[in-house]
């Protein structure tokens, strides 16, 4: 997969070097009120997030991770 570019974002795949903010990001309740868990447990989360990656998610898809440009 490709990384994109915005005037003020920067998107690439998301990779398991990610796990730690995506753990943090995935415990706030307001982030995923909608969707289920794991999020409360480290090694089911790690799982999710491997599966997540590996996962094909469809054409036009993709799990991204998004920074801001300095």
Same mark, same amino acid.
């Given at each position: %997969?490709? @990384?994109?570019? /915005?005037?003020?974002?920067? %998107?690439? =795949?998301? /990779? %398991?070097? #990610?796990?730690? &903010?995506?753990? &943090?990001?995935? +415990? #706030?309740?307001?982030? /995923? ?10 090694? #089911? ?6 599966? +997540?990656?590996? /996962?094909? =998610? $469809? #054409? $036009?898809? $993709?799990?991204? @991770?998004?920074? =801001?440009? &300095?």
């Amino acid at each position: %997969m490709h @990384s994109f570019e /915005t005037k003020r974002l920067w %998107m690439r =795949p998301r /990779t %398991m070097e #990610d796990f730690d &903010a995506c753990l &943090a990001m995935d +415990r #706030d309740p307001e982030v /995923t009120r909608f969707v289920p868990d794991p999020w409360n447990d480290r090694a #089911d989360h790690e799982a999710f997030l491997r599966e +997540r990656i590996l /996962t094909f =998610p $469809g #054409d $036009g898809l $993709g799990y991204w @991770s998004i920074f =801001p440009k &300095a």
